[in-house]
């Protein structure tokens, strides 16, 4: 009865818990030192700037390449996927800055969940963290059933379910089980829960020998493919100018890793020199080598011709007639993928382990291993949800939910940014910060709305991309003597240019996503808000409460002695 009374009791303050909840912040140090001491022991900081290099470019190359390009390429943006891969890497190159900056300021493993919780509050920041997290399950399950597809063409094995178990009765899209895929999670779940130093140097030599196929590629299909099929059979941009603004929004799941750098914060020996580098450094070279394997697909087949599964392999075989390199491609393509898998599964185990420091999920996830030195329960409890994913779910249905939240957590951060750098807390009025933050986003929204207006494309393009301009010069000159002052280390130049632009160029991909991910991501968005008001809420306001008893209790004790 005393439990159903306390349940009862914390129903029915609810409303108040939110009031005291939802906005609180927490400062930097309080994020670098008693919010992380509860995880008991500390993350060891044994990696160097070049580490963190090799984990941004490895966690990036497996995904874009090998599992968008070829589909994108086919059926949205034709050979002008190389202007998709670029629209999507200024974006991420823009968002990277802002990821560069906030973890020289927070240098913690939370990434932006901790970024958007010491700016906006405990809702925003597991409102974003939840998402990021549900983005890095879901891209984790499709790269590891899209191994199963390269290393199937490793052998020759052109059948895309050759090595999946057909399993009638199931609806289709979820009845091909995917034992090798649920293999491969088992065994880098298995290596990041034994030491993290360990998991990058296994990684840098998969990305190291992965580089090394991407120039073999490269070279050999710009050699042996033709200009021509650049414009056969309908021109370099058959889906329009529409098709490669889609393409870009598609191919952006191929950015999803630069931020899980961002997550080996509380692992770097020098946090303030190897962030920007590892993060910004990355998101450019891939960014180079996404566009030149892009035009390397797409000169050596025409873009109707490209195979949906396994597309570089696909045109090795078919085009140039090379079956041997063929292999050779899916067999770089296998190891690429298992770099990918191994940085994203490191840095999705450190947000879940930090939202769980903050007691948004149960503190049991938060424990680090005092031998090891790595969050092993969130590892590997993750482990299993990314497993079962890839056992059943279909390549597709896993895309159709991806970009988006990635992408709204990404403007989160940028909008985050220019709020931390432009209002000091306790001296500057936020009002004039969060109104230029409100018109920025409606211009942006005005804009991207624009396009899908027959009749008044053009005018309304330009009429809200100029308003953009000039409400981000107004604030530029009207809010310069309010900067709160940028860290001593590293920060973004040209601000807030690079962060306006970022907030408009997410909101323009947001935009062009079908209405199917809009419901997807509904629905998880009301799973978060949920588990939020239901037990988030309340894990965090009795932790506080329990928090200022003992103090008043510690501190009576002094007193008394």
């Known amino acids: 009865m005393a439990a159903l009374r306390d349940v009862l009791l914390s129903i029915a303050q609810t409303p108040h818990r939110l009031r005291r909840r939802a906005l609180v912040t927490w400062t930097p140090a309080q994020e670098m030192n008693e919010v992380r001491d509860r995880s008991g022991a500390r993350m060891k900081r044994r990696l160097e700037w070049y580490d963190l290099v090799a984990l941004g470019v490895g966690g990036m190359l497996g995904a874009g390449v090998f599992v968008t390009t070829g589909r994108v390429a086919r059926d949205t943006a034709g050979p002008a996927v190389l202007a998709s891969y670029v629209i999507a890497g200024v974006s991420a190159l823009l968002s990277s800055f802002c990821y560069a900056e906030f973890s020289v300021r ?45 290393l199937a063409s490793t052998f020759g094995v052109k059948e895309p379910n050759a090595w999946r178990i057909v399993v009638d009765g199931i609806p289709e899209g979820y009845n091909a089980l995917d034992v090798p895929a649920v293999a491969l999670i088992v065994i880098i ?35 042996n493919g033709s200009a021509r099929n650049l414009v056969r059979p309908h021109g370099l941009a058959p889906y329009g100018v529409r098709g490669v603004v889609d393409g870009a929004a598609i191919v952006y799941f191929s950015y999803i890793g630069y931020d899980s750098a961002s997550t080996m914060a509380e692992e770097i020996r020098d946090p303030a020199r190897a962030l920007p580098v590892g993060i910004a450094g990355s998101v450019l070279v891939v960014s180079a080598l996404y566009c030149l394997m892009s035009v390397a697909l797409c000169v050596m087949l025409p873009y109707n011709e490209i195979s949906e599964t396994a597309p570089f392999s696909s045109a090795f075989r078919e085009k140039v007639g090379w079956r041997w390199a063929s292999s050779v491609v899916g067999a770089g393509a296998s190891l690429g993928i298992v770099a990918s ?6 840095g999705q185990a450190r947000y879940l ?10 503190s049991w996830l938060a424990k680090v291993h005092p031998s090891t030195g790595t969050p092993m329960n969130a590892t590997i409890f993750l482990g299993f949800c990314t497993a079962t994913l890839a056992l059943f779910t279909e390549l597709q249905i896993v895309f159709e939910m991806i970009s988006i939240g990635t992408l709204l957590v990404f403007y989160l951060v940028a909008n985050a940014l220019i709020y931390h750098r432009y209002v000091k807390v306790g001296a500057n009025r936020p009002l004039h910060v969060l109104l230029f933050l409100l018109l920025l986003t409606l211009s942006s929204l005005g804009f991207s709305l624009s396009r899908k207006i027959d009749g008044w494309c053009r005018w309304g393009m330009a009429l809200f991309g100029l308003i953009s301009i000039a409400i981000t010069t107004i604030f530029h000159c009207t809010a310069r003597q309010d900067v709160a002052g940028p860290p001593p280390e590293w920060s973004v130049p040209l601000m807030p240019w690079p962060a306006a632009a970022s907030v408009f160029l ?14 997807r991501f509904g629905i998880w968005s009301l799973v978060i808000i949920v588990f939020y008001v239901c037990y988030g809420v309340h ?12 103090a008043m209790i510690h501190h009576s004790n ?3 002695s």
């Open 106 to 150: 927070v240098p913690v493993a939370g990434g932006a969940f901790s970024y958007l919780r010491v700016t906006f509050g405990e809702f925003v920041g597991f409102f974003g963290g939840a998402n990021i997290l549900m983005e890095y399950v879901l891209s984790n399950a499709a790269v590891a059933r899209s191994f199963t597809d390269y």
């Open 189 to 223: 779940t298995v290596c990041l829960c034994y030491s993290t130093k360990e998991s990058s140097m296994l990684n840098m030599v998969l990305t190291v020998f992965h580089l090394l196929f991407f120039a073999f590629i490269i070279v050999v299909g710009l050699w």
């Open 341 to 346: 898998l191994l940085v994203a599964m490191l």
């Open 353 to 362: 382990c930090v939202i769980a420091r903050a007691r948004l999920v149960p």
């Open 506 to 519: 997410n909101v323009f991909l947001i935009t062009t996503l079908k209405m199917r991910s809009y419901q």
């Open 539 to 550: 894990s965090t306001y009795s932790a506080e409460e329990n928090e200022v008893v003992n």
């Open 558 to 560: 002094l007193d008394t």
